[in-house]
């Protein structure tokens, strides 16, 4: 892009002429920047382009004071780069006012579309079911299948659901009606979107990618184990049924095949040694000091759901929006198949019991509260960098407001039916083995899944065909996720740096999967379920929920409650009320500042199958979740030492928002200059 020039040359029109003779004729666009320079000349009256006027506000009370502020850069084709101003012919309007002896030009810029498709414009969804469906794809996953169910049960049954909602109502769907809105309105990626809120929290933007990262190289080792349940479907008698096989050892019993065997606390069921000693393999490791060799048929598998992640999403999201009408619809089709099932099974009306029975006392332990404060935060996912990238793909005056409310609901009322689905099974375990249901709940995570739901599976009529939906189930929950948290850190690499990578989007995403599936195969070897673990408790959570309270103060306390409102205004024409703006100011924040104290003020000892995990693992867990977090203060750092001034002009720059948002008026464009 060329340099602007301080004079600038009138855009031919054929649009009627309008004064810009108010100050709100132009504010109520946000077009708005105040420069401290001699008035320029006003340009013909025929030149001039016409456009609506709305009412905005003041600047809040609670903001950094750049209410309406944009800059020479605000505009370039991906995202731009800092510094980097776009030029394009311009119809400009100037009016003089007097302020302290100082002359303030208010400019009003129109860019014409063919030159906003000349500079190409931003892809958008190709329909609004593409995005929907993308939202929900994400928020819900494999957690809503494993985690919700078991975390219920555990904290007071029915009982749980009202903290649950509450934290839903208070924290959870407030950052994410946040991230949506802060998306679509500044139409960036979770790095380059802090030029335009606060520059100092740009560090926010590196961490979630390097999060990501640590996900995407352990979550879709999880996907590579269903997938390989799904090969070994293809059976007439599935392999987990019985204890003949080579793997099974001389506690393997098989009480399904004879009713007369009684099940002891030595006894192992076949499914359980099919997951430990065949899928995994993990007698072949002594822990994390001794991994063991990798495992070849999981890395195929794992290389196979890359490939499949590869081709859905490296067109961007027009392929991805239509990928996601068969993944994430799919797993509502099977849930409601296994529901139907499950419902039908003897003893079923057990595990519905345990499942939904409310124990009051439990809600006066903070634990409950904890646990349904992170349920809630990790089921929807803000802080992922995914809802930013997704919404920047709207049109602007989508209505993100009613997609938060539409989408968080339909993931909270997923979790709640996947626990029918889950318990059923689990009250016909109990009827089969003559025991509690809590005795055959004990298997949480993804045991609960490959172990005991696997089992149950392979004793029912056609178990085979059972077999294979929910496997694939499992596979399309995961993909979804996959597609939705590589999204997010492309995007963001895209946006800041388009000038490298906006052309060559195929190559990149090529590169970034395979250093993704170069940071997995530790969680191939024989130990590598004791990586995974350890990834998901300690490098990822806590990490995570603390950036995403840097977050939400960075955008209410800094950028301002006030102003994030007036933008939510400009796109869906009403402003959020008291309740969305005290939840983003206040309750948020402590909702998560709530979650993080307490998993400080406790640390779970980490234990799977026989294995405990020694204290230097969590030293190591902790270290690999601060390498993400260390970018923010590592950045705040670099932007203070490289911002010329003193010492509070430097931080009044870096909290100032530098470059401003393109806000599109019908068939044009406008950003300021």
Known sequence: MEKASPETQPLTSPKEPSDCAEEGDCASNGLLRKEDRP?????????????????????SPISNGFSGAQSPSSFNAAGGNEGTPSV????????????????????CVVDGQQQLMALGERETWGKKMDFLLSVIGYAVDLGNVWRFPYICYQNGGGAFLLPYTIMAIFGGIPLFYMELALGQYHRNGCISIWRKICPIFKGIGYAICIIAFYIASYYNTIMAWALYYLISSFTDELPWTSCTNAWNTKNCTNYFSNRSITWTAGSISPAEEFYTRHVLQVHRAKG?????????????????????????????????????????????????????????????????????KPDWQRLLATEVWVDAAAQIFFSLGPGFGVLLAFASYNKFHNNCYQDALVTSAVNCMTSFISGFVIFTVLGYMAEMRNEDVSEVAKDTGPSLLFITYAEAIANMPASTFFAIIFFLMLITL??????????????????EFPHVWSKRREIFVLGFIAICFMGALSTLTFGGAYVVKLFEEYATGPALIAVVFLES???????????????????????????????????????????????????PDLRLFDYTYPYWTMVLGYCIGTSSFICIPAY??????????????????????????????????????
């Open 39 to 59: 008035a320029l000349p006003l340009v013909k009256e025929t030149d001039r382009v016409a456009f609506g006027q709305a009412d905005k506000g003041p600047a």
């Open 88 to 107: 394009t012919p311009v119809a400009m309007t100037t009016l003089t006012t007097n302020t302290n002896t100082t002359t303030t030009s208010i400019l």
């Open 288 to 356: 994390l000091d001794d991994l063991g060799g990798i495992s070849w048929q999981l890395t195929l598998c794992l290389l196979f759901i890359f490939t499949i992640v590869y081709f859905s999403i490296w067109k961007g999201v027009k392929t991805s929006g239509k990928v996601v009408w068969v993944t994430a619809t799919f797993p509502y089709i099977i849930l409601f198949i296994l529901l139907i099932r499950g419902a039908t099974l003897p003893g079923a009306w057990r595990g519905v019991l345990y499942y939904l």
């Open 478 to 495: 995961g993909l979804d996720s996959t597609f939705a948290g590589l999204e997010g850190v492309i995007t963001a690499v895209l946006d």
């Open 553 to 603: 103060v960075a955008v209410s306390w800094f950028y301002g409650v006030g102003q994030f409102s007036r933008d939510v205004k400009e796109m869906l024409g009403f402003s959020p009320g008291w309740y969305w703006r005290i939840c983003w100011v206040a309750i948020s924040p402590i909702f998560l500042l709530f979650i993080i104290f307490s998993f400080m003020s406790s640390v």
């Open 636 to 673: 705040m750092v670099y932007r203070l030492a490289t911002t010329p001034g003193t010492l509070k002009e430097r931080i009044l720059k870096s909290i100032t928002p530098e470059t401003g948002t393109e806000i599109p008026f019908g068939d044009i464009h406008m950003n300021a200059v």
